[in-house]
């Protein structure tokens, strides 16, 4: 795997926890401390093992094999490896569609709906083992618990993955909804459950994370209520960061964002930036391989996600009138 992918694929996965954890302490874990978190991580090197279903030189028949003799083995050690590797490339795949990284090898797993079941079932097995368990386990640390994620890139939009997501989400836990929001983007799945769970996150008054993530999904997964969600948000909310991750998201829906291009100005001037302010090198620009990052929620990514917005009009706008 390519050196920057392995390490933005773990990046990404300590984003996607520490997204999750953050939510759960009370509000206590500012984005500011996330971003001390991250470059502490960055420091330590990172190695991983080679794998089959990464390498360029191994067809998908090869792979699915391999793939397939492991699971289906009886050695525990081999299924929990296996697994290991499903979810590391699950992640890559994750990383280029988030960040355009170079892709690994897009393999097509959808061929073999027994894979999937075998994975749900797998899970419910193991999941049911464990509340028998009188010894508590360290979740993180057990390769099944990371099934629903790759189950949600191996197999997206699959019907079957979209209800097993839905079958596991449990309201009650301080975690939710943000995990269920990942995999669902994971997965991309545009069903109307899914978009009423966004909305109803970006609507709610729980972690500010919960909503940004919400946010970002309602502007990658279009529909008219989706939309008129984030508009409600924009103007009413005074959350620099949340508005700015709201005018990004509305900006994806394209020319159907022109008509409110007088309150996208507005209120970007009402935090401080009008056409004439430049985008921020962001002190955090630690991986990524453009120089004016937006993927990360910090004052200065709010910057740029105006000034980024603000020019998307204006080229709109400009393409608009030569048609005209």
Known sequence: MNPRTVKNVYLFTLVSLLMVVSSSVSGKTTIDELYGELRSFLKK???VEYSAIS???????EMLDYVLAALFSDD????DEILVELFNYAHSVNVHRWLNTEPPPLRNFSSEPGLRDFLIQLWFFEQERLELELEPYEEVKLPWTRIPKILVVLFPRDQEVHDFIWSIHNPSEPTEPAMTL?????????????????IATLLSDGPEIFRLIAARSLGRFHSIEGFETLLATLRD???RRLVAVVMEAMILYGYSALPYAQEFHEVAESFGVDEDTGPVVLTDHIVFPTPYDLTFFGEDASTNRF??????????????SKFQ
């Open 45 to 47: 090197p990172i190695e």
């Open 55 to 61: 390498d360029f030189e191994v067809t998908d028949s």
């Open 76 to 79: 525990s050690e081999k299924v």
């Open 182 to 198: 990942l995999l669902l983007d994971s997965g991309e799945f545009q069903t109307l459950k899914a978009n009423n769970l966004r």
């Open 237 to 239: 909310s005074d959350n």
């Open 307 to 320: 000034v980024s917005a603000l020019r998307d009009l204006e080229r709109m706008t400009v393409n608009q």
